[in-house]
């Protein structure tokens, strides 16, 4: 496994170090499972088996206009896990 090395505010790190452990998790397995959910939101509706929920689910709501789907995943992550956009 790679390391990496981000930077943030000092209230950002806090939050999510409260959240994780709140959570039973770490900072690390918190931000990996964020971005695999986020490239899943980026794959292609051909990539979807069509026999699955998503498959079935697609088109089912109307985003809010001027976001994309990728926006209403991280609104809803900051919202359920204490973060703020900026």
């Not at 918190?30 to 689910?57: H, N, W, Y």
């Amino acid at each position: 496994m790679k390391k990496l090395t981000l930077s943030a505010d000092a209230e950002v790190i806090e939050q999510a170090k409260r959240v994780a452990r709140r959570n039973g998790t770490s900072v690390s397995a918190m931000f990996a499972r964020f971005v695999r959910g986020l490239t899943r939101q980026d794959k292609a509706p051909e990539e979807i088996p069509p026999d699955s929920i998503a498959a079935r689910a697609t088109g089912a709501i109307r985003l809010p206009r001027g976001k994309s789907p990728r926006d209403v995943l991280v609104d809803a992550l900051m919202e359920k896990h204490g973060g703020k956009r900026k």
